[in-house]
């Protein structure tokens, strides 16, 4: 690698594009530096990697245990790893809206990385909003309200709809196959402090959030609207574009994300691990 360990922050809320690191060949002082940068950056971008499926999987565990996923099918081999693949002529379905992964978990996912491999000539991209920019520009009132309000998140409304039930008849790229966390309804503080950094974050999204505790949806609404719509406002957000052999990871503590819809006539093959994460407080 002769390029010299750069971070290039992306937008002025969150994401940066890294060069001069060869992910299958991390030295610990090299990790160090990507893990910094995951926690300031909370979106990272990493062009040109030649990776194998255990280099992905050896990268991910750097950060933690991970994830298989109870609801979606991982590969038969390495059940670890999810591939998300869109084939031409299908329209996309996996991802696409804005959500934390799995926040539907008791603990929900930490982060996810993904390594793309067959990229459409253009569209598929990934669009991105830092939770801790949408927190930070509320009001007091706003934010004093919020912070004694929990709210329920469930896989029900995303993991039961018509294209989720071809998944589980197995007639889809991506199959899934029926368990009890499907309806099952978590309980999450509306904003969370991260664990690690010690920042706070909104923490409700339109797929898996649909009420507050002790609320009906109706009651709910109001506010949960305001909410969805102020938090992935633009000056919040980055888009990434993807280029086969191109790995991206976010943060799910801090980060929603949305898989946008517009390239149906073309392929689009990448794959996911997800690090599992802790019980948001
Ligand atoms: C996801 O992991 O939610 C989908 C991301 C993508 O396909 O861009």
Redesign the pocket.
């Known amino acids: 690698m002769d390029t010299e360990f750069k971070v290039i922050p992306l937008t002025g809320s969150l994401g940066a594009k890294v060069v001069g690191v060869d992910l299958a060949n991390l030295t610990s002082d090299a990790f160090d530096k990507v893990r910094a940068a995951f926690l300031e950056h909370t979106v990272l971008v990493f062009p040109d990697q030649e990776l194998t499926l255990d280099d992905q999987i050896g990268f991910a565990r750097r950060f933690g245990t991970l994830e298989i996923h109870p609801i979606v099918n991982g590969l038969e081999e390495k059940p670890e790893v999810i591939k998300?693949l869109k084939p031409a002529g299908e329209s996309a379905s996996?991802?696409v809206g804005w959500h934390t992964?799995n926040s539907f978990f008791e603990e929900p996912s930490m982060g996810?990385i993904?390594y793309a491999q067959t990229i459409p000539p253009h569209g598929g991209d990934?669009l991105f909003a830092s939770q801790y920019v949408a927190y930070e520009r509320l009001s007091d009132g706003m934010k004093a309200m919020l912070g004694g309000l929990k709210a329920i998140h469930t896989a029900k409304d995303a993991y039961t709809s018509d294209t989720a039930q071809e998944k589980y008849e197995g007639k889809t790229a991506i199959t899934y196959r029926w368990s009890d966390s499907v309806l099952k309804e978590v309980l999450h503080p509306v904003v969370r402090t991260h664990p690690e950094t010690g920042r706070k974050a909104l923490y409700v999204n339109p797929m898996f959030t649909t009420r507050f505790e002790n609320m009906t949806e109706e009651e709910s609404q109001p506010l949960l609207e305001y909410l969805f719509k102020h938090c992935t406002r633009p000056e919040f957000g980055c888009r990434i574009g993807w280029e086969p052999k191109q790995v991206a990871m976010w943060d799910n503590r801090c980060v929603m994300?949305y898989?946008v819809d517009d390239y149906k006539e073309f392929e689009r093959m990448?794959y996911?691990v997800t690090i599992n994460g802790d019980k948001p407080v």
Do not use: K, P, Y
């Open positions: 998300m996996f991802g992964d996810s993904i990934t994300h898989a990448l996911r």
